[in-house]
């Protein structure tokens, strides 16, 4: 057996990917099978725009477009991604067909100068360890949102490369604090970087992070085989809950909004927001059994929708329109 699984070529990305592998090869390498795996790395549009922000371009798609495209040229037999750069919209031909289990979810900050202890602050009185006018590194603009209803003095600057990348500019004193997903840090042996963990109950998440997520061409039933006893139930029904949701919400280029969703028992809670960077905010919770998973995050999105969030979303256009580094 011989399978082609591509990805970025980050440290990261690299390492989900052999993550995956490692987990196809328990499963299918056994002592009578020969598996070989190659991982194919993908320069994607995303890697090579560095210095603006993605709203601009078209938005987090732009880190799956090429590794698509080399699966519908069937190059690769399986792409890995984080299902947070996933579009909640796929090509009809192609196919999420597992979810690994999820990883840590939440936000996090990382301080320039440490303090002596972190371990008490949450997403709420953390802003107090920032100086006045403390310049936070970020290119996302559901952080923005959040944090700017923390501390109206906080100036923004925008943040794009690797996790490395991100850590050097923090340590040269470009920032006085940069935040970044806990998952990615996690994976690489870095979470003695994070000084403050974000609630995700009060500093919603991206809609699918911390989550990795396996696409494939949609008419090869051998590799959907392959990978489906990698998908971890729960976690597909919790993160596409989440996509559900946003994909009510009929996003635009430049949208502050995320969902995060949890389960307990047969039962999911699924809580969501939308903002704008005018300061105006909105969010709402919706429940049920989670085999129900998509209803629920319909329905979440219809009550924020009716609750005015669209109107909320609609003033983030000009800043889209604009092209603005943000």
Same mark, same amino acid.
């Given at each position: ?22 987990? %196809?090869?328990? @499963?299918?390498?056994?002592? #009578? ?6 991982? =194919? ?31 519908? #040229?069937?190059?690769?037999? &399986? ?22 289990? /999820?990883?840590?979810? /939440? ?33 996302? @603009? ?6 700017? /209803? @923390?501390?109206?003095? %906080?100036?923004?600057?925008? @943040?794009?490369?690797? %996790? ?11 920032? *006085? ?34 989550? %990795? ?57 699924? =809580? ?23 209803? &629920? ?5 219809? #009550? ?13 256009? *000009?800043?889209? *329109? ?5």
């Amino acid at each position: 057996m011989k399978l082609k699984i591509g990805t970025r070529g980050s440290k990261l990305a690299l390492y989900q990917a052999n993550l995956v592998k490692d987990k %196809i090869k328990q @499963l299918f390498g056994g002592k #009578n099978k020969k598996i070989d795996i190659e991982i =194919k790395t993908i320069k994607t549009s995303g890697d090579k725009i560095l210095t603006a922000s993605l709203s601009s371009f078209g938005g987090k798609g732009l880190f799956v477009k090429e590794i698509e495209e080399a699966l519908f #040229n069937e190059d690769i037999d &399986i792409a890995v991604h984080s299902l947070k750069d996933v579009p909640q919209a796929i090509p009809e031909e192609l196919t999420l067909g597992a979810v690994l289990k /999820r990883d840590d979810p /939440r936000d996090c900050i990382i301080l320039k100068d440490k303090p002596e202890s972190s371990g008490g602050f949450d997403s709420v009185n953390f802003a107090s360890l920032l100086k006045s006018r403390a310049i936070v590194g970020t290119s996302s @603009l559901r952080r923005r949102a959040l944090l700017a /209803r @923390l501390r109206d003095d %906080i100036i923004f600057e925008p @943040l794009r490369g690797n %996790i490395d990348t991100r850590l050097k500019k923090l340590r040269d004193g470009f920032f *006085d604090a940069i935040v970044l997903s806990s998952s990615g840090l996690i994976r690489l042996n870095l979470s003695s970087c994070i000084d403050v963990y974000l609630d995700p109950f009060k500093f919603i998440p991206q809609c699918g992070q911390g989550a %990795i997520a396996l696409e494939y061409k949609g008419s090869r039933a051998d590799i959907g085989e392959i990978i489906k006893p990698l998908n971890d139930e729960d976690t597909k029904f919790s993160v596409f809950a989440e996509r559900a949701c946003i994909k009510g919400l009929g996003c635009g280029c430049a949208s502050p909004v995320g969902a995060y969703s949890h389960i307990e028992g047969d039962n999911l809670h699924i =809580k969501g927001f939308v903002s704008n960077l005018h300061g105006e905010y909105l969010e709402d919770e919706a429940a049920g059994k989670k085999t129900d998973y998509e209803n &629920i995050g319909k329905s979440l999105s219809l #009550n924020l929708i009716n609750k005015g969030g669209l109107e909320i979303l609609n003033k983030n256009n *000009d800043f889209c *329109d604009n092209k603005k580094e943000i």
